[in-house]
């Protein structure tokens, strides 16, 4: 199951009640005042698969000594997806388990259905009586569909363009490079910024919403003025990988170590066929 990542427009915020027990002693359940709603007021479904469903939750602020069952309605007239073709629910009813205080709901786009330039929501109201739904949270969510690529290294190898200002240039250029296979997340270019210094990838796809890409600390380059210059991708820019496209988005800090770095450059990598490759050679692409 993928972890989801929710967009929260207006977060939830559930008051944790510490109960303090001993090991033989019976359940203690609060009577304090009793609402319940969805934990986001705004999630999104990466749709991946057609297999995986993505959980979402019913929240209760108390805990009850019996089994609560809630029901979730789609507002038809809100939403601009079509159950059975762009998603499916599988639980439209919601059970809250006697002494527990969420429950869940699941739903899963349809990924043949779905096209990465859709803009697909589907709005949900929780189905309770008027005494545990609050005014402050309220009984809606609205769920957005996002189409996602499975990582295929092999989409990665072969002949890619590299697009490319230099730390010490600030023109941007066109360049030819090479890519292999290293293993099932990672490929190594072949010299991206100067002959003799490879670069390896690591991807992780294991987030379809943030399909991520790092580069560990390397040498990159020699520089007649300071000797060899290292290079890395940097957290506080996160570089990541289309799929769809057969991209790759690079953040890269040049640096020399123990002097200071050059600063941040971006880069863009495309994989093209062969034949565009011989184009692009030829000064035709």
Known sequence: MFKHNLLAISSVCIILLAVFSSCDSEPIYYDDAEYVMFSDSVAVVPVVTD?????????????????????????????????????????????????????????????????STDSLSLQLRLLASDEVISDLYGDRMRVMFQKCYPLNI??????????????????????????????????????????????????????????????KEHYSMIDTNYGKVSARTVDHTPSFFDGENRRIY????????????????????????????????????
């Open 51 to 115: 297999e995986e469903y993505i959980d979402f939750h019913i929240a209760s602020t108390v805990s009850r000594p019996y089994d609560r069952h809630f029901a979730v309605e789609v507002l038809e007239n809100q939403s601009n997806v079509v159950e059975g073709f762009h998603y499916e629910i599988e639980n439209p009813n919601v059970l809250i388990k006697a002494g527990e205080k969420s429950g869940t709901i699941r739903i899963k786009g349809l990924y043949d259905n779905v096209r």
């Open 154 to 215: 092999d989409d990665y190898t072969g002949n890619l363009l590299m697009y490319a200002s230099f730390p010490f240039s600030s023109s941007i250029k066109t360049y030819l490079r090479k890519a292999e296979k290293r293993t099932e997340n990672s490929l190594v270019i072949s010299a991206p910024f100067s002959y003799g210094y490879d670069m390896i990838l690591y991807f992780d796809g294991s987030d379809p919403l943030y399909p991520l890409v790092t580069v």
């Open 250 to 285: 690079l953040k890269m800090e040049f640096y020399v170590r123990g002097m200071g770095n050059f600063g941040v450059n971006g880069f863009v990598f495309e994989w093209i066929t062969p034949e565009e490759a011989e184009l692009f050679e030829n000064g035709i692409l």
